[in-house]
């Protein structure tokens, strides 16, 4: 009867509330106490965690946020050509590319040349022409690939090119480096083209070397000689050329299929062109 009474008190009249926020605070010491011994065995066990335990999941931790921030990259850039996208191809699936993280081992010491060593190779499935990308855009491609390590071409060296494409507008040209790791030049742009300070250039996965849609630099400045065809145009490349650690390196669904795609008779510099893909 008096837990009936108690019940219907509760359900019409808030007179109860008080009555169990005193109960609950009065069984917090109840509550602790069982949660004791968990905890203290939790506890426990840190005290010897060693270092290298520690280390491992710091570098689990890092190489999973880099993976997601690479997909929050590639998905900002295809939002903006979603809708037009399901329009023309009239379906909504998007494949996505593998990738294993790397870590950069060596740096070359050349002034004039821009490569970096990773420490993945031809045993984890890299081949030449393979895409490297840090957290934040396009990094460059595979030059060379041993058992154990890769170099990797960086976007900035002098005799390195990409397709690209305006995010906002879909204008596509090539993108150089200029040995400069802090900017890249675009050519070849009409000075009626329709571009901006501050447009995002992706990749444009023409020629079929880097994926599709990935970032590599923002437009900065623009300038229009009188007389000239075409403007010049510097851009900032978006990836941390000389400061990031860790990259990732790119696997198309074709390579998953072949195991041999990216590999190709244009050698170490087939990414010195303007004719280089994309991928």
């Given at each position: 009867m008096l837990s009936a009474i108690l019940i219907v008190a509760d359900v019409r009249f808030d007179q109860v509330?008080?009555?169990?926020?005193?109960?609950?605070?009065?069984?917090?010491?109840?509550?602790?106490?069982?949660?004791?011994?968990?905890?203290?065995?939790?506890?426990?066990?840190?005290?010897?965690?060693?270092?290298?335990?520690l280390q491992e999941e710091n570098e689990a931790l890092q190489a999973r946020l880099l993976i997601l921030e690479r997909r929050a990259l590639k998905y900002a850039a295809l939002a903006s050509e979603n809708n037009e996208l399901r329009k023309l191809m009239n379906s909504s699936e998007v494949l996505d590319d593998r990738v294993i993280v790397g870590e950069i081992v060596a740096v070359s010491p050349d002034p004039f040349s821009h490569e970096v060593v990773i420490n993945?190779?031809?045993?984890?499935?890299?081949?030449?022409?393979?895409?490297?990308?840090?957290?934040?855009?396009?990094?460059?491609q595979v030059q060379q690939a041993s058992s154990f390590t890769s170099r990797v071409l960086l976007v900035s060296d002098s005799s390195h090119a990409v397709p690209v494409e305006v995010v906002r507008n879909g204008l596509r040209a090539i993108l150089l480096g200029n040995?400069?790791?802090?900017?890249?030049?675009?050519?070849?742009?009409?000075?009626?083209?329709?571009?901006?300070?501050?447009?995002?250039?992706?990749?444009s996965g023409l020629g079929g070397r880097f994926p599709k849609g990935y970032p590599v630099?923002?437009?900065?400045?623009?300038?229009?000689?009188?007389?000239?065809?075409?403007?010049?145009?510097?851009?900032?490349?978006?990836?941390?050329?000389?400061?990031?650690?860790?990259?990732?390196?790119?696997?198309?669904?074709?390579?998953?299929?072949?195991?041999?795609?990216?590999?190709?008779p244009e050698g170490p510099n087939a990414g010195s062109s303007a004719q280089d893909g994309v991928r």
């Amino acid at each position: 009867m008096l837990s009936a009474i108690l019940i219907v008190a509760d359900v019409r009249f808030d007179q109860v509330t008080p009555v169990r926020s005193a109960i609950g605070t009065g069984l917090a010491p109840v509550h602790w106490l069982g949660n004791a011994p968990s905890e203290f065995g939790d506890w426990v066990a840190s005290l010897f965690t060693t270092r290298e335990d520690l280390q491992e999941e710091n570098e689990a931790l890092q190489a999973r946020l880099l993976i997601l921030e690479r997909r929050a990259l590639k998905y900002a850039a295809l939002a903006s050509e979603n809708n037009e996208l399901r329009k023309l191809m009239n379906s909504s699936e998007v494949l996505d590319d593998r990738v294993i993280v790397g870590e950069i081992v060596a740096v070359s010491p050349d002034p004039f040349s821009h490569e970096v060593v990773i420490n993945k190779g031809s045993r984890d499935g890299v081949v030449v022409g393979q895409a490297i990308l840090d957290a934040n855009g396009l990094m460059g491609q595979v030059q060379q690939a041993s058992s154990f390590t890769s170099r990797v071409l960086l976007v900035s060296d002098s005799s390195h090119a990409v397709p690209v494409e305006v995010v906002r507008n879909g204008l596509r040209a090539i993108l150089l480096g200029n040995g400069d790791t802090s900017a890249l030049e675009l050519v070849h742009v009409p000075d009626t083209a329709d571009i901006r300070e501050g447009d995002l250039l992706v990749s444009s996965g023409l020629g079929g070397r880097f994926p599709k849609g990935y970032p590599v630099a923002e437009v900065g400045q623009i300038t229009k000689e009188p007389g000239e065809p075409f403007v010049k145009i510097h851009a900032t490349p978006m990836a941390e050329l000389n400061r990031s650690r860790l990259v990732l390196v790119v696997f198309s669904p074709e390579q998953d299929t072949t195991g041999d795609a990216g590999s190709s008779p244009e050698g170490p510099n087939a990414g010195s062109s303007a004719q280089d893909g994309v991928r």
